[in-house]
């Protein structure tokens, strides 16, 4: 046994004697394999370099001078897909109308496979975009002439989405960017209040919903990385709060702003509603509702289901006796309500009013109303007051 284990001593020796010009080999050798590692590692920097640069200089920008590219405009009058709104005066009844090239404005189209998207003469520039997303806002939205108003909105939205992926394909920024989003963004919470209530089939809530996030979030997101000054950049801070009170994500956003954004009025006003809404108090809600402007107020409005229905039940518990009455007219207040609106969503509850306008509040009888008793735009005092002579023009523009 010994003697097999001598030959590994040696051996063992021999190696350990050999190990200082071994090991000068292997950091001799080391180091070159890390001098070749650094040269691939500044070759794959320089690639990736390159290729961001060539990715910058192969950005589409758009050529096209007009809100409808021409060859778009041939092609849906040779398909007679031209809206109404679009073809030539007086060419309503005729069987193939001429579109109208003033008139005429890109529609959105999905993206699809072998489509070529990114053709300049078919992409409008941001300037041209911001006329475009003007004309439809002035003379489309904002027209007395045109109605109903679910097809002004369908029309507006459908080219509104064809401005943004204009948009996007051109990864526009700046000031023009900034400019699009906040009149889209003010149209989309305007038409949220108008058409609530509207038949599914005319106006889908969760899909204005989902396109107003997304450009919402948009236009925060210019706010954040943007240089220059924003003027308006309060309103939609605190629009983007009021349209998402609750929302932990929303609240976390505001009070990661500066100083100066945080303690603006507009700011300052929906961080406190947003407190009420989190305490389910109500009344201090609606309360602190009186003061917001009528944009604020649309951006609210798909909130006071849920707030009305709070006040009514937390009333259900805390006035529940056989003998306690309490006046309509004070409630009505405390709803912002009318007086015959606050007696018609106490009925829908399930609460008794007695012909001495009094609400006999119940905590059994208070009752969740079934789908489709509870119509919304019924209760919209407290916003369609604070429209008074504005126009949509000028909400939409901002210049309320």
Partial sequence: ?????????????????????????????????????????????EEDERCQQQGKETVPRGACQTMCPARELRDREAQNRLHRFEIVAGM????????????????????????????PNDLRPPAVLLKTVCYLIDDIAASPHLHPWTEVYSFVFDRLRGVKQDMIIQRVSGMHCVAILERTVRFLIYASYQLCGEPLRLYDPRINDTHLQENLSWLLDCYATGTGSHPNQEEFQALGLLYNLGSARASQHIMELPERLRSSPPVTLALSINRAFLERNPVRLLRLARRLNFMQSCALHRHLVACRRDLLLIYSHGHNSRNCRFPLDTLAQLLSLDTSPAARLCQTYGLEVNRDNQVVFSKAGFAEPTQGDLHCNLYHNIVAEKQRDLTIKNIIHGCA
């Fill in 1 to 45: 046994m010994n003697r097999r284990r001598a030959p590994r001593r040696i051996s063992s020796h021999s190696q350990r004697r050999d190990a200082p010009a071994g090991g000068g080999y292997c950091r001799q050798g080391s180091q070159e394999q890390w001098r070749g590692q650094d040269k691939a590692q500044v070759r794959e920097v």
């Fill in 92 to 119: 309503e009844k005729v069987r193939r109308p001429r579109g109208d090239p003033l008139r005429a404005v890109k529609e959105y189209s999905r993206p699809a496979a072998g489509k070529d998207s990114t053709n």
